[in-house]
């Protein structure tokens, strides 16, 4: 499974119903949380997200409504006796902010907290594993702040169970043969390995930009993917305000999934103004018709 | 009125039915916060709890479940368009890491944050105005750590309207009278002041112990409170733990309010490990009558 589970949709100042911005990555049973505003270790509870499995953390930007939420779920992984290392991807100054907070509370982790500061106008790997590789980018918004994409590569191929059987093959050898090996028989006779085999499936990409003004320079970062996730912190008609806070409308992002080609659009980062959400979806959808609201407690499919 | 509500009654975990420390002190239609753990202004929304009326915010100590939610809250203020001047009383490293959240987050608060720093091991008068006084004094706890007692004593004499009205006293002038004024009346005789009035009630006190250790040089701060908040995150059979953490049990609050001659006591912080809160109070009530929980939403008149 590859989905990502909304944990926050609000923009700066949470609703009763409405919670600031964080998502939950799954992968392989692995979770990573993008952000974490004020609140997400509730939400975690509250969802049941099992917090325990979550082993990167990418944080944005340092507004608030992204990041508060860290160093209490920092200081409670700890007081639940977390020993597995943890890694943080975020502007620089996260880290000192972290460590501060830690010093005057005499607070020692139990767990190794590695950090690893993102910088402006950059753009690059920042993590690769097995199925997993992510990359970050530049957004434009009124402070430093990053967008995420998240790739999905099964390196594996897949075995055919009916085929490896009928040349004989065990079960002990299906690993294998999803690494590519071909299999060689006991009277010496080869069985290649794309007879009982599929390549693996292809890439999946989900592509959180963030916070952002309308940016086509996003357009490369987004372009094909599978789910892209895009703030739409007001609806067109305050498009001017927008603007002026480094903000999207609902029209432009769906614009920019159209131009980019990407398959689905989910919209989120709404402001509290907003009690009622189905406008978003009426800007959007005559423009891109794969938009969905990022809703909290959902989980999307990549 | 004055009274206590209880917007967070848990310890450092939060929980999914509870939350870290938070209080809200009602007072003449003013409002005073007394920590702040993360979701603090969600609370504040979910109970209705006017925020912009908040003039004061006492933080306790620098352990994430009494101040994490305060840099959110006062966020949000901001952008909520407050402009009153917010008095804020914490240990001196609070103000470091509130001005280092802002600065990264290139954030000017609308309104005048006035930091008032808190010294280990000092006791004395925080704040002064018309009917409420604040003193604060030390707790023993892992860090420096910080009570408060919240004193109201109404200066102003009560009106007897039957009395007033009876030497033809107008209303415009009652205000004078509850001043001390007398009342000289059209052919010059005097009606004196106490014909007329009655003297201020007696001041009401209560007094928050923060976190802390069971520690007897409490008892001077506590005696005669008509309220005292005392924290048990632990009951009786986790005494050593309670000692070694800096903690208190049921047994040892009960025990405290009683030497103390506290009229009633309010008991809190409960261990996250506690899903049932009755055995608290089964233990406290032998020893000290007059205990109520602290209980999330629930209002304690002073």
Chains 1, 2 share one sequence.
């Not at 979550?54 to 920092?74: Q, V």
Request: net charge neutral.
């Amino acid at each position: 499974m590859f989905a990502v589970t909304i944990l926050g949709n609000n923009s700066a100042i949470p609703t009763p119903d409405r919670h600031p911005t964080s998502q939950v990555i799954t992968y392989n049973e692995q979770l990573m949380l993008v952000d974490c505003g004020e609140g997400t270790q509730m939400q975690l509870a509250f969802y049941k997200v099992k917090r325990s499995k979550i082993r990167h953390i990418f944080i944005s930007h340092l507004h608030g409504d992204h990041y508060f939420g860290l160093i209490g779920l920092l200081n409670s992984l700890s007081l639940l006796g977390r020993t597995d290392p943890l890694s943080i991807y975020g502007p620089p100054e996260l880290e000192e902010i972290i460590q501060m907070q830690l010093r005057t509370a005499a607070t020692v982790l139990r767990f190794d907290m590695q950090f690893h500061a993102l910088l402006p106008d950059k753009t690059g790997l920042l993590l690769s594993e097995r199925d997993m590789e992510v990359h970050y980018f530049s957004t434009r918004h009124r402070i430093p702040c990053y967008g995420f994409s998240f790739s999905m590569q099964r390196k594996k191929r897949k075995v055919i169970p009916e085929q490896a059987r009928a040349y004989e093959i065990p079960a002990a050898y299906f690993s294998r043969l999803q690494d590519g090996a071909d299999y060689e028989r006991k009277d010496g006779t080869i069985v290649r390995n794309d007879w009982v085999t599929l390549p693996p499936a292809t890439a999946r990409r989900y592509v959180y930009c963030a916070d952002t003004i309308y940016d086509e320079d996003l357009i490369p970062h987004i372009q094909g993917a599978d789910l892209v996730y895009h703030e739409t912190t007001y609806l067109h008609n305050l498009q001017q305000r927008a603007a002026d806070r480094f903000h999207s409308t609902s029209v432009q992002a769906a614009t920019l999934a159209d131009k980019a080609g990407a398959r689905r659009l989910l919209i989120g980062h709404f402001s509290s103004k907003y009690a009622d959400l189905q406008p978003f979806l009426d800007e959007t959808l005559p423009i891109f018709p794969h938009t969905e609201l990022a809703l909290e407690g959902t989980t999307y499919l990549v």
